[in-house]
């Protein structure tokens, strides 16, 4: 019976056009992700293959540019969007639900009440804060007492991407609405997930842990999971070695030009910037900016809009 179910979660895969194969060398470099131990790969393979339970999620979206929904959707890996639909009872999502206005409204307030103190609640984008917050508002009601009726009452409440972490651009000066990071909003504890968008792994890596280990990951001073925010890009990156006195002069012949190979000179904010973009990379582990040439921003730190402009001028 037990293999019986195994089949068939292979044969849907397989309709979604992913291998077995595929599906468990995704599974390893998730593993490896999350910091975990080679010999749970077949652990993280077991929750999505016959998951012991389907955590209901809340999905709030506030000021933001549904780019970590998006991010997260239309993931180059053919699957993880498909996984978490199958391994989370999603209860309220705007970008996929098939009801709106008023019928919507209605879901979000039967899922609360229906699992109050079990649903986990993850948070898209920046609340404003000034003027009662008025300056968002869903439904006649402000971004601010949503989250104020809502999140209090989730198991967990998980903020993926800039804006819901530490907000975003759209806390950036002069900021006329408020607008704030979920937690600083709140006075709440939130876990995380930085960056613009953040990568989709590192948020498939949390979900996961708290399903296969029954707890959310170790976090950071600033709320982020240590297995993805633990070291910065530079001491990450594959153009640091590059950097390294005695290098540099036998590759490029010349300071100079090492110099240039390593965007610290054209205002990488790698150094200043804690993420896992250089081993996890986007799109199926292809490329990710400093790879492609552009420096990082540094969009998983807060206030980066701020801190680190202009962009493109060296600290």
């Known amino acids: ?77 053919p699957f993880p969007d498909r996984l978490i639909l199958d391994i989370l009872s999603i209860e309220y999502h705007e970008t996929i639900m098939a009801a709106a206005g008023h019928q919507a409204e209605e879901n979000l307030h039967n899922a609360i009440k229906k699992y109050e103190g079990q649903f986990i609640c993850v948070v898209e984008g920046a609340i404003a804060t000034k003027y009662n917050g008025a300056y968002g508002k869903i439904g006649g009601r402000t971004f601010l007492e949503i989250a104020q009726e809502v999140c209090p009452k989730a198991a967990a409440v998980i903020c993926i991407g800039a804006c819901a972490c530490f907000g975003g651009i759209q806390a950036a000066k002069p900021n006329p ?42 976090l950071d001073e600033k709320g982020r999971p240590v297995f993805a925010y633990g070291q910065t890009i530079h001491d990450q990156c594959p153009r640091r070695s590059y950097f390294e006195m005695g290098e540099f002069v036998e590759e490029f012949g010349s300071e100079e030009a090492a110099l240039g190979y390593c965007l610290y000179k054209m205002g990488c904010r790698g150094p200043e910037t804690y993420n896992n973009c250089p081993i996890a990379k986007f799109n199926d582990g292809t490329n990710w900016p400093v790879e492609a040439g552009h420096p990082c921003i540094g969009c998983s730190e807060p206030d980066f809009w701020d801190q680190m402009t202009p962009f493109f001028e060296e600290l």
């Not at 607008?179 to 996961?208: M, Q, S």
């Open 177 to 218: 609405g408020g607008y704030k990071g979920v937690g600083d909003a709140l006075g709440i504890k939130t876990v995380n997930l930085a960056g613009c968008p953040p990568n989709p792994v590192n948020f498939v890596g949390t979900v996961v842990n708290y399903l296969l280990l029954g707890k959310l990951p170790a």
């Open 1 to 77: 019976m037990e293999q019986d179910k195994y089949n068939k979660f292979f044969e849907k895969l397989e309709s979604y056009g992913v291998s077995r194969r595929q599906f468990m060398k995704y599974c390893t470099f998730l593993t490896a992700t999350m910091g975990l131990s080679s010999s749970m790969v077949n652990d993280v393979a077991e929750v999505f293959a016959s998951p012991k339970q389907r955590p209901p999620v809340v999905w709030l979206h506030f000021g933001e540019c549904t780019g970590c929904s998006e991010a997260l959707l239309r993931s180059s890996y």
